[in-house]
């Protein structure tokens, strides 16, 4: 039975933050020097008031110095879990709400952040009409996400071991990176796109399983996993490594 992105979302991330973070590791055998994180401390259009909508684990501040900066910096997420890790972040203000009726006044922001959030709502338009509501007019909003063909090569394994549902785009809407700038062109202007050129090779099997492991709602069996062992490790042998591609942007635009 067909799941809503929202629903996945909340059994996913709701009590813990061990899904997210084994997904972030996997990220760790980038074939580009520069991190994730590291590439959008470059680019993002930080200043002032900033909100991160959907912050996770909250980790692009440890890449980001916003104290250093001077940035008042407030974060949210729908999860008590991720919100229990971001009050960790030094300095920041930290709310649990849905990304669709943020708690915050209009115009009370200079920057809005969405890192890799919005494919996981049922209703997208709602939150980047929120987005817009909390910005300053000249506020600045930035929005990563993924193409429908990221991690392709990680999305053919769940189908190849019986587990069709341990796929990403399976559980997401449709916000894309092929369809984000029509989106946020209907809400905002000067949208801009930039790619974060980046692939994985990934030299073992068990960073792999792990990721898989992430997805998995009920658990991997034994045939599944020796499976998915068997199929990894045949590549890596071939190849040196499972290579996977990545298709990664980030969106920005003004209000």
């Known amino acids: 039975m067909k799941t809503t992105p929202s629903a ?12 997210l973070t084994a997904r972030i590791a996997l990220h760790a055998y980038g074939t580009n020097p520069q991190s994730w994180f590291a590439w959008l401390d470059g680019r993002l259009p930080l200043g002032g008031d900033v909100l991160e909508v959907g912050a996770g684990t909250g980790k692009l501040w440890t890449h980001v110095d916003h104290v250093g900066r001077g940035l008042n910096l407030t974060l949210t997420d729908f999860s008590p879990a991720m919100c229990e890790q971001l009050r960790t972040v030094p300095g920041a203000q930290v709310r649990q709400c849905d990304a669709t009726d943020l708690p915050f006044a209009d115009a009370a922001f200079d920057t809005v952040v969405a890192n890799h959030m919005l494919y996981h709502l ?3 338009t709602a939150a ?4 817009r509501r909390v910005l300053r007019p ?8 993924n193409g429908s063909d990221h991690l392709d090569e990680l999305n053919a394994i769940g189908p190849a071991i019986g587990r069709p549902e341990l796929t990403l785009h399976a559980t997401q809407n449709d916000f ?7 989106y946020m062109a209907r809400h905002f202007t000067g949208v801009t796109v ?3 050129h980046c692939d994985l090779d990934v ?4 960073p792999i399983l792990a990721y898989l492991t992430s997805l998995a ?6 045939e599944e996993r020796s499976t998915a062992r068997d199929l990894v490790q045949s590549r890596i042998d071939a190849e040196g490594a499972y290579r996977v591609r990545k298709h990664t942007v980030l969106i920005t635009a003004s209000r």
Request: proline letters at 11%; zero cysteines.
């Open 128 to 131: 980047l009409r929120e987005f």
């Open 138 to 145: 000249g506020g600045r909003v930035a929005v990563a996400v």
């Open 194 to 196: 930039e790619r974060y």
């Open 176 to 182: 894309t990176a092929q369809t984000g700038p029509a």
């Open 203 to 206: 030299p073992a099997v068990e």
């Open 8 to 19: 996945h979302a909340i059994s996913q991330y709701a009590t813990t933050t061990g899904n």
């Open 217 to 222: 709602g009920e658990p991997l069996t034994p």
């Open 122 to 124: 049922d209703d997208p």
